[in-house]
């Protein structure tokens, strides 16, 4: 008999081929596999008398019965990272052994000093940080912008994180101009609601926090200021007010892979045990940097300065002297100090400088300035507007350095924080503009340990700042 002689059999069971649909097929090779999948979390179901939770969520890949599983939460400053067993896994309402993905229920054990909830993410140890981030921001956004259209009881927007605020915030935005389209006073007045609601939330927990992260220049040790130019339909171009940009201790490490070393230093400003050094970052930045807003994660969610820190409360003068600030001219010596040598390269870029330099004319003309003055017997006392007269009795040394041309410079700060970084807290100052100095003496503005955020003054940069300054001037009228 050959190999392939047929052979009849008698009474044998007839075997039946039952065909198996796509989806069964990639479960059963999913269970081969094993668990590799990323979901994040939409519901949370737990109870007291049970020691293990339900979460509800939406699963790229696949997992298995038994699978091991890590958590985290991408928008938490603070998260810890723990690790599960899948104990039962339910789709379409059926307890199955394996999914292939899509809407699924897992149950799993409690974790000890864990809560679960809303934008945690359950992931296998395959899965990269982005696809864990994308995973929180689409449960974060299904379940409150999507689901709730942002209508948030007080107990869930105590437990958001300024991460979450921020997300969610950006999500809205998009949502209401793509999805929500109603152009109805009565919903644009909801939405604004929603918006205030989301903005106030955003600036309490940042101001509450231990500490945030900001994006400060090599260049000038200021936070570095964002701005854009941009050119107008009728000819010229408009320089955007310049803002600065802070990160959540969650997204620090992914977002600072962006700046480069030589222009960017990602900065840590602690909050302190009195809860005052954010609010002081801030003024600082707004009231006498010149900054406008705080991009907080992303540049489509910033606060106005306002809405943070309040002038009043921020600009304080010391005891019997003049308050002192002039943010209009230090945003613009700051934007042009921070040009590094790569930048100049670009045609676009002189550009800007240009254009930097024109208001910065302006500004320089308006400006008032503090000299730092010592008196061996006591000056006389300061005039109208913080102005000082020097009389024959005066014995004053004012603070100079070796100019350019064989004449003086003499050293000028635009407010009191650059001046008491170089003298001492308490010394008096005397309230002058350009015009009283400069015929005698160079003007060494804000000469200190960063030299680009300085600027020297000489005559003829004056002669050309009032130039500049009365064509500008005309131009706004």
């Known amino acids: ?154 107990e869930e927007v105590d437990r958001l994180s300024i991460t979450d605020v921020e997300e969610l915030w950006r999500f809205y935005g998009w949502f209401i101009r793509e999805i929500e389209k109603d152009d109805s006073e009565e919903k644009k007045a909801e939405q604004e609601a929603k918006i205030s609601l989301v903005c106030e939330t955003l600036c309490s927990k940042i101001l509450a926090a231990d500490y945030i992260y900001a994006v400060y220049s090599t260049q000038t040790g200021e936070p570095y200021l964002f701005s854009k130019t941009i050119a107008r339909e009728e000819g010229g171009f408009m320089c955007t007010t310049p803002t600065i940009r802070i990160f959540t201790e969650s997204y620090k490490e992914r977002l600072a892979e962006q700046y480069n070393e030589e222009k960017f230093e990602i900065k840590k400003i602690e909050n302190g045990e009195d809860k005052k050094g954010i609010f002081n970052f801030f003024g600082t930045a707004f009231y006498l940097d010149g900054a406008a807003a705080v991009e907080v994660i992303s540049e489509d969610t910033a606060l106005g300065a306002g809405a943070l820190v309040n002038r009043a409360e921020f600009v304080k003068a010391p005891a019997d002297y003049a308050a002192v600030t002039n943010p209009e001219l230090v945003r613009w010596m700051l934007l042009l100090g921070q040009f590094v040598k790569e930048d100049m390269e670009k045609d676009e870029n002189r550009l ?70 170089e003298f001492d807290v308490g010394l008096g100052a005397a309230v002058e503009t350009l015009d009283s100095v400069i015929s005698k003496f160079d003007c060494a503005i804000n000469f200190a340990k960063y030299p680009k955020a300085a600027q020297y003054v000489t005559l003829s940069d004056y002669r050309r700042f009032e130039e500049l300054a009365q064509k500008l001037s005309g131009e706004k009228k």
């Open 352 to 421: 800007i400088l240009n254009i930097y330099y024109r208001f910065l004319a302006y500004a320089m003309m308006q400006a008032r300035f503090l000299i730092p003055m010592h008196s061996a017997k006591g000056m006389s006392p300061l005039g109208e507007k913080g102005r000082l007269t020097i009389t024959a009795e005066d014995a004053v040394a004012l603070p100079v350095l070796p100019g350019k041309d064989g004449r003086q410079a003499i050293r000028m700060f635009t407010d009191w924080r650059y001046l008491y970084s």
């Open 1 to 154: 008999m050959g190999l392939f002689d047929k052979k009849e059999k008698s009474n044998e069971e007839e075997v039946q081929v039952v065909a198996k649909t796509p989806e069964e097929m990639r479960k059963e090779e999913n269970r081969s596999k094993g668990s590799s999948f990323v979901m994040g979390i939409e519901g949370v179901i737990s109870s007291e008398e049970d020691d293990r939770v339900r979460l509800i969520g939406k699963m790229d890949g696949c997992a298995i019965l038994e699978g091991k599983a890590f958590v985290c939460n991408p928008g938490s400053d603070n998260d810890t990272i723990g690790e599960v067993t899948i104990q039962a896994i339910w789709e379409n309402n059926e307890e199955v052994m394996a999914t292939s993905g899509g809407a699924v229920m897992l149950t799993v054990p409690k974790i000890e000093n864990r809560t679960f909830r809303v934008g945690d993410v359950l992931y296998t140890e395959d899965v990269t940080v982005e696809s864990k981030v994308h995973s929180y921001v689409k449960a974060l956004t299904n379940t409150y912008v999507a689901g709730k259209h942002l209508s948030l009881k007080k």
